[in-house]
């Protein structure tokens, strides 16, 4: 792209989570019209040092911050708080983000990060949370998801489908010990986003086991993991944290039961989770609060199950790529590029 653009999207990327929004709202943008650059953030050999939350967000910030140096456009968009955390003054901005620092950046670990988020905010001439849940009050702001995508349902799906990576945050421990306690007869929980190894690694570290019945997934290709997503009989998470929940919403989207347990967080899924089906959704997050959600879930009959699929679909219809894409086109846009706003 040659001169100016419009808008200018400063894109970390470092999970395919962020990757996947990146690229939609980018292509969004150009269909409404808006002439947009991605710029894209390269870590290097940096990337090594991420070894706490404090040097993870340090590196990616300065990352950034690099990245971005040379960017001219009417309006620019950093597309992670982290990406936003120590770039200079600029024209218009808006930040981007699924969950807020003050929120998943607790203690020492998080200090800077939420000292500086807090300038971000107060400087941004628009914020653009994921969710309601994640919108912090009194700043100007316009809730703007990313789509969520669907696939034919596979074949081969495991019976319960869960996401692991960052096993801390997703609670994996907790996930198998109410896989152990609810696993049906001939049943296979199928583990996504982390191998064998990496999973016992972090098993050993908190004292839990492996149960029976484990299918480690490793990384899976979007479209493999859409259809698993849609053939599972059952989505299961123990996040501990979760800043939007993009595995669930799939889920969710697919009409797949999901049984999650309660957390932190701009958890969008949660709410619509509870909405649908309260006893999928565990009281508490432990083994057994969980594991009697799962067997409830893993009980539906074929009518019940029917029931769910459609008032899910139903709910998500505001999170297809074609809604999403209206908005952007009839709220964003105008909003990031009136400089009279």
């Not at 990406?83 to 950046?105: E, H, I, K, S, Y």
């Not at 319960?160 to 007869?185: F, H, I, Q, S, T």
Request: neutral net charge; contains cysteine.
């Amino acid at each position: 792209m040659t001169g100016s653009p419009d808008i200018a999207l400063v894109s970390p990327a470092t999970t395919f989570g962020w990757r996947y929004a990146d690229a939609a709202l980018a292509r969004h943008l150009r269909e409404a019209g808006a002439s947009c650059r991605v710029v894209s953030v390269s870590l290097g050999r940096a990337a090594r040092a991420r070894r706490t939350m404090a040097t993870t967000d340090l590196v990616e910030a300065l990352a950034a911050r690099r990245a971005a140096r040379e960017v001219t456009a009417g309006a620019v968009i950093y597309s992670t708080i982290t990406a936003a955390l120590l770039q200079p003054a600029r024209g218009r901005t808006a930040v981007r983000f699924d969950g807020l620092a003050a929120v998943n950046r607790p203690g020492v670990g998080g200090v800077w990060q939420r000292r500086r988020e807090r300038r971000v905010l107060a400087a941004a001439d628009l914020l653009l949370p994921w969710s309601e849940q994640a919108a912090p009050a009194g700043y100007e702001s316009l809730v703007l998801s990313p789509p969520v995508e669907t696939a034919a349902p596979a074949d081969d799906a495991p019976t319960v489908l869960a996401y692991a990576a960052n096993p801390d945050k997703r609670g994996l421990a907790v996930l198998c010990a109410a896989w152990e306690r609810a696993r049906p007869a001939e049943g296979v929980l199928g583990i996504g986003g982390l191998d064998r190894q990496e999973g016992m690694r972090w098993l050993d570290k908190v004292g839990g086991s492996e149960p029976d019945g484990v299918r480690w997934l490793g990384a899976v290709e979007r479209p493999r993991w859409l259809g698993m997503v849609a053939g599972a009989r059952v989505f299961l998470s123990a996040a501990r944290i979760e800043d939007w929940g993009m595995a669930q919403m799939e889920a969710l989207a697919a009409g797949t039961p999901l049984v999650c347990a309660p957390a932190p967080g701009g958890y969008a899924a949660l709410a619509l989770a509870r909405d649908l089906a309260p006893g999928l959704v565990a009281a508490e997050p432990t083994p057994d609060a969980l594991a009697g959600s799962l067997a409830a879930a893993l009980g539906l009959d074929g009518p019940e199950r029917e029931v769910y699929a459609q008032r899910a679909r139903k709910l998500l219809e505001p999170y297809s790529d074609e809604a999403v894409g209206m908005r952007v086109a009839a709220e964003l846009l105008p909003r990031l590029l009136d400089s009279s706003a």
